[in-house]
Nanobody
Framework: QVQLVESGGGLVRPGGSLGLSCLVS????????MGWYRQAPGKQRELVAA??????NYADSVKGRFTISRDNAKNTVYLQMNSLEPEDTAVYLC?????????WGQGTQVTVSS
């Protein structure tokens, strides 16, 4: 059973930055699909950023502000978030796909407020 643990969330002021990490319990070297999602209260879960076969893609709302990356040596997926806005407030969840099956972390809360 693959396990994912997110960290790095917290409270930040508008315009600030946060870096999220997703530690995977096994090697991610051969995992070709991984991503970050978010879910705000009362809203559907949405894709924020993903890496698919080495190609990154982003939701329009975060393009130019968020960056997804991976470190195979550390079995970790990252999400760097800059110029944060109150609308970015949500629980952020990491997802990986292994052999066609999806695995999710528990999520980390990000709150953007003055």
């Amino acid at each position: 059973q693959v396990q994912l643990v997110e960290s790095g969330g917290g409270l930040v002021r508008p315009g600030g930055s946060l870096g999220l990490s997703c530690l995977v319990s096994e090697s991610i070297f051969s995992m070709n699909v991984m991503g970050w999602y978010r879910q705000a209260p009362g809203k559907q879960r949405e894709l924020v950023a993903a890496i698919t076969l080495g190609v990154t893609n982003y939701a329009d709302s975060v393009k130019g502000r968020f960056t997804i990356s991976r470190d195979n040596a550390k079995n970790t997926v990252y999400l760097q978030m800059n110029s944060l806005e109150p609308e970015d407030t949500a629980v952020y969840l990491c997802k990986i796909i292994k052999y066609g099956r999806s695995y999710w972390g528990q999520g980390t809360q990000v709150t953007v407020s003055s």
